[in-house]
């Protein structure tokens, strides 16, 4: 088994804290996604998506999305520490946040970083109206997130999980468009700290 990935991609990022939260070590394959390792025909014929992270099995069997590989690490190495939840109700939970924080959030975040630097102009086609629509969107998610954070521990209730890892992933990656957790979000910001403090996050 090896994961293909780039280590400072938020979705490599997302896999690879789930990894240390988790206690698994597998061997990691770094994949030069600028200079478009990740596009070509050997690569492809690999991932369904063309993209970074990506999980090889032994057999041969591939794995692409970094949810989907977590869920996959999650069942094939059974621990104690549930980050998808442990009763009906936190497994839902979980899935409800993390949905949330992809949807309006981190996956939005990347549209706009996309679309306004115009990183990947190589491979994909980029509108610059969508990408300063997509950075107000996320600028619009925050006051849900601080006020979720406001009322609860974690995103997803009273334990850490997955949905944690996506929302410090997208709250460090908006860093890229100028957009700065600050004292206008004091729930965030002491949220960030408590998790910054997890050893899993603590070179993060």
């Known amino acids: 088994m090896k994961l293909y990935e780039k280590a400072p991609a938020p979705s490599a990022r997302r896999v ?8 698994i070590e597998i061997p990691r394959v770094d994949v030069d996604i600028r200079g478009g390792e990740n596009i070509t025909d050997e690569y492809k014929a690999k991932s369904v998506n ?3 992270p990506m999980l090889e099995l032994d057999d041969g069997t591939t ?11 999650d069942a ?7 980050l998808f939840g442990s009763t009906p109700e936190e497994i839902g939970k979980v899935e409800m946040w993390n949905r949330i924080v992809e949807l309006q959030g ?5 549209q706009a970083l996309r679309n306004l630097t115009g990183i990947y102009s190589d491979r ?9 629509e997509s950075k107000l969107r996320v600028i619009e ?3 849900v997130l601080e006020n979720r954070l406001s009322a609860s521990p974690y995103l997803a209730g009273e334990h850490f999980s997955v949905a944690d890892i996506s929302a410090f992933i997208m709250c460090q990656f908006i860093k890229n468009m100028d957009i ?4 206008s979000y004091p729930a965030i910001k002491a949220w960030m700290e408590k998790i910054g403090q997890r050893d899993a996050f603590k070179d993060s």
Request: a negative charge.
């Open 16 to 23: 690879s804290l789930f990894l240390a939260e988790k206690g």
């Open 50 to 52: 063309g993209r970074i």
């Open 63 to 73: 794995i692409s999305e970094s949810i989907a590989i977590c869920r996959y690490l």
């Open 76 to 82: 094939a190495f059974p621990t104690d520490h549930n």
């Open 106 to 110: 981190l996956f939005t975040a990347f």
């Open 124 to 132: 994909e086609r980029c509108v610059e109206a969508w990408g300063e």
């Open 141 to 143: 998610f925050l006051p």
């Open 180 to 183: 700065h957790i600050d004292d």
